[in-house]
């Protein structure tokens, strides 16, 4: 480790490490969380593929995006193909 981190890992580790366990199970009250009843979870999976399905018919008549002729030097950082 270097000069530099060494600070910064003792502050970090002096941390309280919190339980995630009894966190999630605390926070969970069933019937009153959200996706915690049956009715509601199908109607988020409706309401998901309403928004989905509908998004494909739009787009189904459009054409493609074309590439713009101006170099974009995030989408050369972006593609591991040049690795």
Known sequence: MSFLQ???YSALAALPKPDMRST?????VPGVTPLSTVPS????LA?????????QRI??????????PRPRPWALVADDSRC
Do not use: N
């Not at 979870?41 to 988020?44: A, C, E, R």
């Not at 309401?47 to 998004?55: H, M, S």
């Open 59 to 68: 787009m189904k008549d459009r054409k493609p995006m074309s590439e713009s």
């Open 24 to 28: 999630l199970f605390e926070s969970y």
């Open 47 to 55: 309401l998901y593929l309403a928004v989905i399905f509908t998004g």
């Open 41 to 44: 979870v199908f109607g988020t």
């Open 6 to 8: 060494q600070p910064v």
